[in-house]
């Protein structure tokens, strides 16, 4: 008697079994799904895959297996149910590599990407026997994956991606296309000799070599070629990658543009500053700032102190121009508190004469270091005019008697500027007999006439002149007259009345 079908199914379910043995221990999970649709088998893989406590809770079916899991693409679109990998196997599909992401209705706390294939077992003669669904778990491949995308993506440091295997860009950051100014589409698929991105590197062809080799490539810098015609200097690294199961280069780079217009315009700056400093007619030097020790100098400078500057900084005879260390120790206390403006200071020339100047001092930067930009005039005859031009006038109000009272106001102005109080007494600091003797001074007497006048010895005139300087602080005779007549005192007579006054009282 012929078998019927029914009597020929003993030999398939124990060759089911068989292959049920066999890939019970397997890492990846397995389904077996009759032509029927009906989900006969499911390895212990499978199930904790999909969090199914036992076989039933898959489906007992391949259409109650689509309404207990929503399965999507990898851009988050929903499979319809014809698009199932088990609706694609029943209907005599066989596939590779599909990858979805599982999930299940209304619970969150499933969310797994599962890479299929489908296969179809057939019998001798060629007919389906059994439908196999192999599902690998790669959910920490995909998320380590979408944190390296997310990470490369949002890094501000420029970046691609280029695949080893046939040079093409892959991936490209928006701090390579903000840098560059290319758009993504300039990049992604084109060749790395499209965009040379070691152009103009001095290692050039080690990093070629490194790049066929997939070993890393150290830094270097490098020249990138720019839409429009431009250029960007880079420096430029490379690290091998694997991007899903692909060898790749993942090319990093720091901008040394801003770096490279930055230390240019220092340079431009410091060769202005260096022009300058060397024509200037005025003497200067630049000094170190803890000791003041002259490290550069103009030839103003040379000229004006006779000391020369080597190359190591030393002032040639080894010596400085300050006159003494009080000097230096002063011009560093001003330097502390801001910078010296107009001082007046005694200078030394190499040969040991001294000369007085104005010196200006401010604390800078060259090239990283700090020091002392010294600008000085040399005053020396002008001050030698003032006090001849003092002197004469002291000579003249020595004996003023034949002068006006206007002139020799106006010859007192000259010892002191105009508009300023000469010392810090009061008129009422003074004796009576003090009083007198600034009158008769201020009317232009000399010692001699004011000793007759008061009745008293040259000797003691002398001495009252000498106290009244003293209490109202002043030195010459032409302060006392400046500094008397500001307070009202122009002449004997007035002194004389208010001793009157006084005594009234």
Not at 485 to 499: F, I, K, L, N
């Amino acid at each position: 008697m012929r078998n019927t079908p029914a009597q020929a199914s003993p030999k398939p379910q124990a060759d089911r079994r068989q292959l049920q043995q066999i890939i019970s221990g397997l890492s990846e999970g397995v389904m077996l799904i009759d032509p029927d649709g009906s989900i006969v088998w499911a390895n212990k893989t499978a199930l904790t895959i999909h969090e199914a406590a036992t076989p039933a809770r898959l489906g007992r079916t391949a259409r109650e297996y689509v309404a207990a899991y929503t399965l999507k693409y990898r851009n988050r679109h929903a499979l319809a149910p014809a698009q199932y990998p088990i609706m694609r196997l029943l209907g005599g599909e066989c596939f590779s590599d599909v990858v979805v992401e599982v999930s299940k209705p209304g619970d969150d706390s499933l969310r797994r990407v599962h890479q299929v294939r489908g296969l179809a077992l057939t019998t001798p003669k060629g007919e389906p026997e059994s439908l196999v669904l192999v599902i690998q778990d790669v959910t920490e491949r995909y998320d380590a994956e979408e944190r390296f995308e997310r990470t490369f993506n949002t890094n501000p440091a420029p970046a691609v991606i280029c695949r080893l295997a046939d040079l093409r860009y892959i991936k490209v950051n928006a701090g390579f296309l903000e840098m560059t100014g290319y758009a993504r589409a300039q990049i992604i698929g084109h060749f790395t000799y499209e965009l040379d991105v070691l152009n103009g590197a001095a290692d050039r062809d080690l990093a070629v070599g490194h790049l066929k080799e997939g070993r890393p490539i150290p830094q270097m810098e490098a020249m990138l070629r720019l839409p429009q015609g431009r250029t960007r200097r880079v420096i430029v690294a490379g690290q091998p990658i694997e991007v899903g199961d692909a060898p790749c280069m993942l090319f990093t780079f720091m901008d040394m543009e801003p770096r490279w217009q930055a230390e240019e315009a220092l340079r431009q700056s410091e060769e202005r500053f260096s022009k300058a400093f060397r024509l200037a007619p005025v003497p200067m030097a630049l000094c170190a700032l803890d000791d003041l020790a002259p490290m550069d100098a103009n030839e103003a400078f040379t000229q004006a102190t006779g000391h020369e500057v080597r190359k190591n900084g030393a002032a040639a005879g080894h010596e400085a121009p300050w006159c003494g260390e009080d000097n230096r120790r002063r011009l560093l206390a001003a330097l502390r508190e801001g910078g010296v403006r107009d001082a007046e200071i005694m200078l030394r020339t190499r040969d040991g004469h001294e000369f007085d100047c104005l010196l200006s001092a401010e604390t800078m930067e060259i090239q990283g270091a700090c020091c002392v930009l010294v600008a000085m005039q040399d005053i020396t005859e002008r001050k030698q005019s003032e006090e001849e031009l003092m002197a004469a006038i002291d000579a003249v109000m020595q004996d003023a008697s034949w002068f006006s009272g206007t002139v020799i106001e106006k010859l007192a102005q000259l010892r002191r500027p105009s508009g300023s109080k000469a010392g810090a007494g009061e008129l009422s600091d003074l004796t009576e007999r003090e009083r007198e003797v600034l009158g008769l001074m201020c009317q232009g007497e000399n010692n001699e006439h004011i000793a007759h006048v008061l009745q008293l010895s040259p000797n003691t005139v002398r001495n009252h002149i000498a106290t009244l300087y003293s209490k109202i602080g002043v030195h010459r005779r032409s302060d006392a007259i400046v500094w008397a007549r500001q307070r009202g005192v122009t002449g004997y007579a007035e002194s004389a009345r208010g001793r009157r006054r006084t005594s009234r009282r």
